[in-house]
């Protein structure tokens, strides 16, 4: 090992690519982190369906991380490309010398190859997870056969590492695995800084996900916005992403509502603080989540947030950072932006930057991981 450094093989079922460029880009951020006290190899295998060949391999140093991502072209029988995405991460592995441990990042289908791997080199297995899907109501809505995979998949891994405890206690009902332990997220405190504290004369709210309805619940937040604008409040709501902006814009021009919800493409990580800075409040109305990325940036930025209790959202939430509501709830979503609109005051940008800082930089979490990878060695 170099300079006595582990060599970890992390194995990702998402990964940031050509394909979707922002797809787990919270595990390359997390890989990224690792990395200061490691030597880390990425592997992670996509489809591509512009694809002239069958496979084409991308092998790149990304910010310390060595990133090789295999490309294949999707069979037109959908069940072999389960099969060829296997063989895709294989050509990968055959491009890596040696490793002291895997780091799978997402159970499915990475981990296929990453049980794989543990019985031909005797290597252990780490297991990071932040797939919402361990909720029961989804998990059960699952392919039989991938409920069967994941849980022989969970049996193999050594130590299991969670974005928080809500979904640690999730995954115990699939399978239990022994050692655990709660990771957060972690947010590069480089690009992020708190914005001036002042009282804005209009209030600006952000959202900005991949503004999936059925995750996100973005009519609910229309819906909201819409009901305020009608009884006079005066605001500007930003919403958008790297998702389809058709409902947003639909819903504004169909209540003629351009003077106060924008809608905005897809943000750059770096350009996401400058936007969080300019807002006064971040609203996250979602269905499900584990511990979204979102609410430990817009903390970081110092903007407090409103926030459905679901997942792990409440396990980072300190008293005074804004409000936590209900799922589904218009009422309470219309009753927290208008304390906003209001002026209720909350903790100070620099309290809330500060907590970030503590809890989820790129060395504390670096830290948290390299212990885990030590117990599991030793």
């Known amino acids: 090992m170099e300079n006595n450094k582990k060599h970890i093989l992390a194995l990702a079922s998402w990964y940031p690519s050509r394909v979707f460029l922002d797809n787990g880009d919270f595990i390359q951020r997390y890989l990224r982190a690792i990395s200061i006290k490691n030597n880390v190899t990425l592997i992670h295998a996509i489809k591509d369906s512009a694809l002239k060949k069958n496979y084409e391999i991308s092998d790149k140093n990304n910010h310390n991380v060595r990133e090789i991502i295999i490309y294949f072209k999707p069979s037109i029988f959908r069940p072999f490309n389960l099969i060829k995405q296997i063989i895709a991460y294989l050509k990968g592995v055959k491009l890596v010398e040696n490793f002291d441990l895997i780091h799978l990042n997402v159970t499915y289908p990475a981990g296929i190859v990453a049980v794989y791997l543990k019985k031909k080199y005797r290597k252990p297995i780490v297991l990071t997870e932040h797939w919402t899907i361990f909720s029961p109501e989804r998990f059960i809505e699952l392919a039989f056969y991938k409920k069967i995979l994941i849980k022989r998949i969970l049996e193999q891994v050594g130590f299991l590492t969670t974005v928080s405890k ?146 792990g959202i409440a396990e980072f939430f300190p008293e005074n950072f804004g409000f936590i509501i209900s799922k589904k709830d218009e009422e309470q979503l219309y009753l927290a932006m208008k304390k906003v609109i209001n002026n209720t005051q909350f903790s100070s940008s620099k309290e809330m930057n500060s907590y970030a800082k503590m809890n989820f930089s790129t060395e504390v979490i670096s830290k948290k991981i390299d212990n885990v990878y030590n117990n599991v060695l030793r």
Not at 234 to 242: D, L, S, V, Y
Not at 269 to 297: G, R, T, W
């Open 166 to 311: 809500d979904l640690s206690d999730k995954m115990g009902l699939v399978c239990k695995i022994k050692q655990t332990s709660i990771i957060p997220n972690v947010v590069d405190v480089d690009l992020f800084s708190s914005k001036d504290q002042q009282i804005s004369k209009e209030k600006i709210f952000l959202h900005l996900s991949h503004l999936g309805n059925e995750h996100k619940n973005i009519i609910g937040m229309l819906n909201v916005a819409k009901r305020l604008v009608d009884e006079g409040y005066h605001f500007k709501f930003q919403i958008g992403g790297n998702g389809d902006l058709s409902l947003i814009d639909h819903f504004i021009s169909q209540n003629n509502l351009s003077n106060y919800i924008q809608s905005f493409g897809r943000l750059k990580h770096e350009e996401v603080n400058e936007k969080m800075k300019q807002a006064d409040c971040f609203v996250l109305f979602s269905n499900y989540e584990n511990q979204p990325c979102v609410q430990i940036e817009a903390f970081a930025s110092g903007i407090p947030v409103i926030a459905t209790d679901v997942g």
